[in-house]
């Protein structure tokens, strides 16, 4: 079998392959993401590949077990895994650069290894002694977690074939190569054969893998997007550097809810879970002041309470601004233009600025409710009690629509001792039995503006 080298031209995107530059990827129609590569290419020269038995199975006798999960002792990732780690399992974790990656699959070594589980560490990218003064922040370590700093995709493979461990991290896929590729490491087609040859290891040994990805400027894992089809959990851990969160979120999973998130804090000592996000959200709310809001938005299965922050005042300029930090820009202009169009108030010439407090983004329509009424106490400089929760979603003709799960929003806000709860009056009939706070139905934007008036 002979073999030989070509150029061949792969988009960082998606990773579709051209034998030329082109401008625009005829796939992913993104542009300027064509990158030239050198790969080598076998020629069989007429030969036919030797032949391989392949068995079928009815659908029938495909067993329908239990998957075995193994817990991490870290409730947060649990939830956001679907109740655990599944053998067998390829997780890719991204995130910024200094957001907590290593930190957090340290800790899941130190919990696994805790519990007996033979746990190898492999890092392409800080030395032995490195990561020992990140772990002694951290805690004791058991024996059963080893280390390897490795890049050679070789070498690590006969490295997890002979000492077959039951979890396995490899940090990150950005630094592994393989002799086989002639590309350099990082590339398209590096990347590729790294996370295939890892993902063959997974299945092939029973062996949980997690790997760490790089993130580009636009906040996706660096590489080809064929990358995240390959693995079958993909986890972003979101959260501002400078911020003491961290959120963990679910984009893809094969094994459970794709919904869920994690909410972590950022300490010395390593990441600590936030069990209660909605009284981590609500601290230092300020008492009677206009503008201010608490609203409920759902992420997976769990409630999660927000202050909303609305600013409305008079322009200097021709063009009033329109400022959003936290939710889309798109949304609260379309919500404004209802405010102006529904309930006649003047904004053209106000400023308007909202604000979700904490740097957490929301973009679920539960909060638009919400947010109208942040513009409306700012614009009346009248606050709304302390002790009130909105949410609903609103349409164009200014009526106030159905959410969904609103039994389990109501609950959460009345566990945290909020007295009266502002919602769609189409909803207040799925909330049953849930005593000690006042349920207020609205049908339009101009029942929710003269409980503020």
């Known amino acids: 079998m002979a073999k030989g080298k070509k150029s061949i031209f792969f988009c960082q995107n998606c990773g579709h392959e051209e034998s030329k530059w082109l401008g625009q990827c005829p796939a992913c129609k993104e542009w300027n993401t064509f990158v030239e590569e050198t790969v080598t290419v076998s020629k069989t020269n007429g030969v036919k590949p030797a032949h391989v038995d ?9 067993s329908t077990d239990k998957e075995d999960r193994m817990q991490t002792q870290i409730r947060e990732l649990d939830r956001v895994l679907g109740g655990g780690i599944v053998q067998g399992s390829l997780v890719l974790v991204g995130g910024d650069p200094g957001i907590g990656k290593s930190t957090l699959l340290l800790q899941v070594c130190q919990k696994l290894s805790d519990q007996k589980k033979k746990v190898l560490y492999i890092s392409g990218e800080e030395s032995l002694r490195q990561i020992k003064l990140r772990a002694n922040r951290m805690g004791e370590f058991s024996d059963d977690l080893f280390l390897l700093c490795e890049t050679n995709l070789e070498t690590i493979r006969q490295v997890i074939e002979k000492e077959k461990p039951e979890i396995a991290v490899i940090d990150s896929i950005q630094t592994m190569y393989s002799e086989e590729v002639s590309s350099a490491p990082g590339s398209v087609s590096q990347v590729r054969e790294a996370t295939n040859t890892l993902m063959q290891l997974a299945k092939g040994l029973n062996v949980a893998v997690f790997i760490v990805g ?64 909605s009284e981590y959200m609500l601290k230092g709310r300020p008492e009677n ?6 609203a409920c938005s759902m992420e997976g299965t769990r409630p999660i309470l927000l202050e909303i922050q609305g600013l409305v005042c008079k322009t200097n300029f021709g063009m009033p601004r329109r400022t959003a930090a936290g939710t889309d820009y798109n949304r609260v202009n379309l919500l404004m233009a209802v405010l102006e ?32 009424m942040a513009l409306i106490s700012s614009y009346k400089n009248r606050p709304i009690s302390e002790g009130t929760i909105v949410f609903g979603e609103v349409g164009l003709s200014g009526e106030v629509r159905a959410v969904s799960m609103p039994e389990q929003r109501v609950a959460e806000a009345r566990k945290l001792g909020f007295k009266t709860c502002i919602m769609p009056e189409v909803s207040k009939e799925m909330v049953k039995n849930i005593d000690g706070i006042e349920i207020i139905g609205v049908k339009s934007v101009n029942q929710a503006m003269n409980l503020v008036s």
Do not use: C, W
């Not at 390959?230 to 984009?251: K, N, P, Q, W």
């Not at 002041?289 to 608490?294: C, D, I, M, T």
């Open 289 to 294: 002041a206009s503008g201010s809001v608490v």
């Open 54 to 62: 392949a068995k079928i199975v009815t659908l029938s006798r495909v």
């Open 214 to 277: 790089h993130v580009t400027k636009e906040g996706t894992v660096a590489g080809p997007r064929v990358l995240e089809h390959m693995v079958d959990t993909v986890l972003y851990f979101e959260g501002d550097r400078h911020a003491s969160y961290r959120i963990l979120r679910g984009v893809k999973n094969r094994f459970g809810s794709t919904n869920e998130i994690g909410v972590f804090e950022m300490r010395q000592s390593g990441l600590v879970e936030v069990p209660n996000p």
């Open 341 to 372: 169009k529904r309930l006649g108030l003047p904004l053209s010439g106000y400023d308007a600025y909202v604000n979700i407090v904490g740097g957490i983004r929301m973009n679920e329509p539960a909060i638009d409710l919400g947010i109208m």
